[in-house]
């Protein structure tokens, strides 16, 4: 399964690194591909090409604020899993929940 993820919190600090760090881990453990977009105080780090989100078979968003460039994932509604960052800082496992069942 290849995941890509865009994390975003209100302050751009620590909930968007923590987020993305909990993503890789869990895709790391259940084998799984993993690209993680952090949009966060400093702006846009490590952007997912074109190619990564029309590959993906899921894309999460760990956000609380929007999406910078969203317009991006339009296509891909149906791939998209929404939740905030600090839920998937305390438990990573949810964002399989649904898709894994």
Do not use: W
């Not at 790391?28 to 090409?49: F, P, S």
């Not at 609380?64 to 839920?87: L, M, S």
């Amino acid at each position: 399964m290849k995941v890509v993820a865009v994390t975003s919190c209100a302050t751009g600090i620590a909930h968007t690194y923590m987020a993305a760090e909990a993503i890789q881990k869990i895709c790391k453990q259940k084998g799984y591909k993993c690209k993680v977009e952090k949009q966060g105080a400093l702006g846009i780090e490590d952007k997912l090409r074109d190619r990564d989100i029309k590959e993906a078979d899921l894309i999460v968003f760990a956000n609380d604020v929007g999406i910078t460039k969203a317009e991006r994932f339009t296509p891909y509604q149906d791939k998209i899993f929404q939740t905030k960052p600090h839920a998937v800082i305390k438990d990573p496992s949810i964002i399989f929940s649904e898709v894994e069942e």
